[in-house]
């Protein structure tokens, strides 16, 4: 087994994207990223300030509104229309979730899709799905770029995907497709879904239950990518995959914490540059 290290790529990521940075400010574009905060979700604040100073870190310009759980959705959609507007910010995103009141469905159709950086407005969606993409959803980027780092052949190959949301296993599934392998993808009701997994050579799982996938829903050798973060009772963080069971038959496998995760936050830095980079065309 070897581990594919996020958090490594990331930071070497970060550094390349600093270059691009400075690079892009010899042309007078400050490239600018506005995080959107509803609510005081304890995991979601410390994302949040995460990408607050990996923004900063790489030179670029970066804010973060933080407003009241009780905000009403009209105010926070007349926000976003007033930020669409603002030449400040190449990249506009609203952290999730959002409080039960406020739709995300309308939060996310109101960025406008040239500053959507987390690449969730349908518009985006189904530019993936049209094979044109334009903003890329972070963690399934992330995801595309662990594998190209490790050389991952990918054309020809069966991958399996399970879990179906369309922040994850949706783009993830359609880009694995654009690299020409073969895909299913799975979830909570599929039937006999390790008989599923079993076949994959590349196995992404975002399922969001803890350690759901273990010794013997795992090909010999394949490649096994970890997109969940479940916490225990002792706060100890888990992935969707038993780490502990699946590492030695894996011929790959990224862990929880350190694989995805990081690679999430530098790939938002890396869409919300490349918007900035757009405006030289
Ligand atoms: N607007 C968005 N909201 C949410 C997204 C998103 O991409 N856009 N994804 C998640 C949260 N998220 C980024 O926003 C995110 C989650 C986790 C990590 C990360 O680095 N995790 C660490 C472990 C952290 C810990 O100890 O708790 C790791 O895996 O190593 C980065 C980003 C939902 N909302």
């Given at each position: 087994m070897k581990l594919i290290d996020g958090k490594a790529l990331a930071a070497k990521m970060q550094a390349e994207l600093k270059v691009r940075v400075e690079k892009l400010k010899t042309f007078g574009i400050v490239p600018g990223l506005i995080v959107i905060l509803v609510g005081e979700n304890p995991a979601s604040q410390i994302y949040v300030r995460n990408k607050e100073r990996q923004a900063t870190a790489i030179g670029m310009k970066s804010s973060v509104l933080r407003l009241p759980e009780e905000i009403e959705e009209v105010e926070l959609l007349n926000l976003i229309e007033t930020l669409n507007n603002d030449d400040t910010w190449h990249g506009i995103l609203v952290q999730l979730p959002l409080p039960a009141h406020i739709s995300e469905e309308k939060v996310l159709l109101a960025i406008t899709p040239e500053k959507d950086v987390d690449g969730f407005h349908p518009m985006n969606m189904g530019r993936l799905w049209s094979g044109n993409p334009l903003m890329i959803p972070s963690t399934p980027a992330g995801i595309m770029e662990m594998l190209r780092e490790y050389h991952v052949?990918?054309?020809?190959k069966r991958a399996v995907v399970v879990g179906r949301s369309n922040i994850v296993g949706k783009p993830m599934a359609q880009l694995l497709m654009m690299a020409d392998a073969t895909v299913t993808i799975a979830h909570s009701r599929t039937k006999n879904l390790s008989e599923l997994t079993r076949q994959a050579d590349i196995l992404v799982v975002?399922?969001?239950?803890?350690?759901?996938?273990?010794?013997?829903?795992v090909k010999e050798g394949a490649v096994v990518i970890d997109v969940g973060m479940n916490r225990d009772e002792n706060g100890k963080l888990h992935g969707d995959v038993d780490f502990e069971q699946v590492k030695d038959i894996a011929s790959l496998i990224t862990p929880v914490?350190?694989?995805v995760g990081p690679m999430t936050i530098t790939m938002l830095m890396e869409q919300t540059l490349r918007a900035a980079e757009r405006k030289l065309k």
């Amino acid at each position: 087994m070897k581990l594919i290290d996020g958090k490594a790529l990331a930071a070497k990521m970060q550094a390349e994207l600093k270059v691009r940075v400075e690079k892009l400010k010899t042309f007078g574009i400050v490239p600018g990223l506005i995080v959107i905060l509803v609510g005081e979700n304890p995991a979601s604040q410390i994302y949040v300030r995460n990408k607050e100073r990996q923004a900063t870190a790489i030179g670029m310009k970066s804010s973060v509104l933080r407003l009241p759980e009780e905000i009403e959705e009209v105010e926070l959609l007349n926000l976003i229309e007033t930020l669409n507007n603002d030449d400040t910010w190449h990249g506009i995103l609203v952290q999730l979730p959002l409080p039960a009141h406020i739709s995300e469905e309308k939060v996310l159709l109101a960025i406008t899709p040239e500053k959507d950086v987390d690449g969730f407005h349908p518009m985006n969606m189904g530019r993936l799905w049209s094979g044109n993409p334009l903003m890329i959803p972070s963690t399934p980027a992330g995801i595309m770029e662990m594998l190209r780092e490790y050389h991952v052949e990918l054309s020809g190959k069966r991958a399996v995907v399970v879990g179906r949301s369309n922040i994850v296993g949706k783009p993830m599934a359609q880009l694995l497709m654009m690299a020409d392998a073969t895909v299913t993808i799975a979830h909570s009701r599929t039937k006999n879904l390790s008989e599923l997994t079993r076949q994959a050579d590349i196995l992404v799982v975002a399922i969001g239950q803890d350690r759901f996938i273990g010794r013997n829903d795992v090909k010999e050798g394949a490649v096994v990518i970890d997109v969940g973060m479940n916490r225990d009772e002792n706060g100890k963080l888990h992935g969707d995959v038993d780490f502990e069971q699946v590492k030695d038959i894996a011929s790959l496998i990224t862990p929880v914490p350190g694989g995805v995760g990081p690679m999430t936050i530098t790939m938002l830095m890396e869409q919300t540059l490349r918007a900035a980079e757009r405006k030289l065309k």
